[in-house]
């Protein structure tokens, strides 16, 4: 059998050349790491919960009208995607403070925020993935004006979906973030919502008891990371003895 050509090898995922010129097939994997590769772990089952939270969510904004780069999940580990540029910021997106906010601003864990409130942390590990300002953003060419407007209006839009689905479900969506990539047909290039979003990526908050079912189960030894990705999948209606992918995949033109 053929050697599929690795493109990129991340913290969590591998990245393959896709069968057909513009596709990749996104590998999640097991490894777990925090605190910037400080902290790592192999979580048996976490990449394939991922996937599948991944797969339900990107569809699912699909279905709202929110472009994504997904097209669709190949297998429990895999999924195929649109190739996308990816812009060099994290923009995250904070319901409630947590983490790094509190931490900065001295606000309590949990202290619901007047409005969301998006930041933008410039995408470099080896700086730590810094907290940037629009006028770094748009003074060093990461995004232009308009590629700012479209991309608030998209963490936006995000938000509301995925507060409402958690919502559902009896999850707090406390913050979360999500990578965009630029794809062009012909002359034309819009933003798509790229990379993940799964349990990674967001704080999700048990609504009546507030225990932790994220990534901060790992990142603060909490208990056992792939029963709290579990516990989300559960409730979600998502669950890895699925085989078959939870929704009709759409392909995006
Ligand atoms: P904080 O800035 O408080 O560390 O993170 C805010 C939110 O963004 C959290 O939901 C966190 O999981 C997510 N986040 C921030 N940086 C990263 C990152 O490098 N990788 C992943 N997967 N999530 C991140």
């Given at each position: 059998?053929?050697?599929?050509?690795?493109i990129?090898?991340g913290?969590?995922?591998?990245?393959?050349?896709g069968?057909?010129?513009?596709?990749?097939?996104?590998?999640?994997?097991?490894?777990?790491?925090?605190?910037?590769?400080?902290?790592?772990?192999?979580?048996?089952?976490?990449?394939?919960?991922?996937?599948?939270?991944?797969?339900?969510?990107?569809?699912?904004?699909?279905?709202?009208?929110?472009?994504?780069?997904?097209?669709?999940?190949?297998?429990?580990?895999?999924?195929?995607?649109?190739?996308?540029e990816?812009?060099?910021?994290?923009?995250?997106?904070?319901?409630?403070?947590?983490?790094?906010?509190?931490?900065?601003?001295?606000?309590?864990?949990?202290?619901q925020?007047?409005r969301?409130?998006?930041?933008?942390?410039?995408?470099?590990?080896?700086?730590?993935?810094?907290?940037?300002?629009?006028?770094?953003?748009?003074?060093?060419?990461?995004?232009?004006?308009?590629?700012?407007?479209?991309?608030?209006?998209?963490?936006?839009?995000?938000?509301?979906?995925?507060?409402?689905?958690?919502?559902?479900?009896?999850?707090?969506?406390?913050?979360?973030?999500?990578?965009?990539?630029?794809?062009?047909?012909?002359?034309?290039?819009?933003?798509?919502?790229?990379?993940?979003?799964?349990?990674?990526?967001?704080?999700?908050?048990?609504?009546?008891?507030?225990?932790?079912?994220?990534?901060?189960?790992?990142?603060?030894d909490?208990?056992?990371?792939?029963?709290?990705?579990?516990?989300?999948?559960?409730?979600?209606?998502?669950?890895?003895?699925?085989?078959?992918?939870?929704?009709?995949?759409?392909?995006?033109?």
């Amino acid at each position: 059998m053929a050697r599929r050509k690795k493109i990129y090898e991340g913290k969590a995922k591998t990245l393959y050349e896709g069968p057909e010129p513009g596709t990749i097939v996104q590998y999640f994997k097991d490894d777990a790491t925090a605190f910037n590769a400080e902290k790592k772990d192999v979580i048996e089952g976490k990449g394939v919960l991922n996937n599948l939270l991944s797969e339900y969510f990107m569809l699912g904004l699909g279905q709202v009208g929110v472009p994504t780069h997904f097209i669709k999940r190949l297998n429990m580990r895999e999924q195929l995607v649109r190739s996308c540029e990816i812009v060099p910021l994290e923009v995250i997106v904070r319901n409630y403070a947590a983490g790094t906010m509190s931490k900065r601003l001295g606000i309590e864990e949990g202290t619901q925020l007047p409005r969301p409130i998006v930041e933008y942390c410039y995408k470099d590990d080896s700086l730590g993935d810094p907290l940037v300002t629009e006028e770094h953003i748009a003074a060093f060419g990461w995004a232009s004006q308009q590629d700012m407007e479209d991309i608030l209006s998209l963490a936006l839009r995000v938000n509301d979906f995925l507060s409402g689905i958690m919502f559902g479900v009896g999850i707090k969506l406390v913050d979360f973030k999500i990578e965009i990539g630029r794809v062009y047909d012909g002359d034309f290039q819009r933003l798509v919502v790229a990379d993940e979003i799964s349990p990674d990526s967001c704080r999700l908050w048990d609504m009546e008891t507030n225990q932790k079912l994220d990534k901060d189960v790992f990142r603060r030894d909490l208990g056992n990371l792939t029963d709290a990705y579990t516990e989300v999948a559960r409730r979600l209606g998502v669950m890895p003895k699925n085989q078959t992918p939870v929704t009709k995949p759409t392909l995006i033109n």
